[in-house]
């Protein structure tokens, strides 16, 4: 039997590489259809080039199309080059704080302090630009395969936007993965209104937006892939750290309100208090690998090496296969993701 689910994707710069690998994963196994796709800046280039390969080759095209993604990312021509470089080199997590301990204040962090991307005037370019541009966009807004929708965040009112469907363009993407220290706003017109307003990265609003995925004609399941730790054991004490677990906080934060509004239907509809059938009944369920990623930092965000993106592709695939091995049944039936557990502090402490 077909098991039917819904797609929410994080964004986290190049640690959306754990993403690909989880997709590349699930898109081997058997039984599974992806009905849609929420995804936010990382997360939104993972989703795009997703959906564009599926419709294109099927499970097959979306796994082409991931690779050839991230390989641009990488600015390499074949990730596989690194495997067994990767057997002679210390872990990620070391290499990491190497880095932190020769410059414990990355040449990026510095200028982002001083400078604005606006400084840079006419020759201003996003380094996003050309991957983008790169995917089929008549592919990405294509009414077959999954419904596709794509969260940025009004500069103006604060506000998440959501993008779905044929309203999806290069700038919707660009705009999605618009971090405003690195990137300059992305600026769109509503094809409506003629208005154009300026967003920066979804991030902030929505990482990502699960709403979209609640429509009645899509499954009940969605699959967070979730690529920012949730909880740390330590209280962070360097700048460095400091400064990596507030992005953690700010990013996870509407995704953490929309989890708990979910817990709080799922208890009445439990309970009675609302008749079954007149609410989602979202049942959750995500892969994540926080041990991995609580060992590197932001800085590792913002270099998307072969090495790093090779190690994050296999632990997504590592991840994804544990998932399917404990919880495949669980899809279309229960959910596994236990909200109860995750918002009672008492069993955290």
Sequence with gaps: MTKRINLALQGGGAHGAFTWGVLDRLLQEDGIEIAAISGTSAGALNAAALKAGMV?????????????LWHKVGSVHDLRLTGWIA???????????WAERVMPVSAMDAATLVASPYALGPFYRNPLQPIVEGLSFDQV???????????????????????SGSDIAPEVILASAALPTLFQAVEIADPATGDTQAYWDGGYSGNPALFPLFAPDLPDDILVVSINPLYRDDVPTTPQDIQNRVNEISFNSSLLRELRAIRFVRRMIGENRVERGAMKDVLLHMIADDALMNSLSVTTKLTPTPYLLHTLKEAGRTACDTFLTRHKADLNERASLDLDAMFDEAQQS
């Design 56 to 68: 294109q080759g099927g499970h097959a095209g979306g796994r082409a199309a991931l690779d050839k």
């Design 141 to 163: 807004c294509a009414g077959e395969g999954p419904a596709l929708h794509i969260a940025a965040t009004n500069v103006r009112s604060g506000k998440i936007k959501v993008f």
């Design 87 to 97: 057997q002679a080199l210390p872990s990620v997590g070391v290499l990491n704080t």
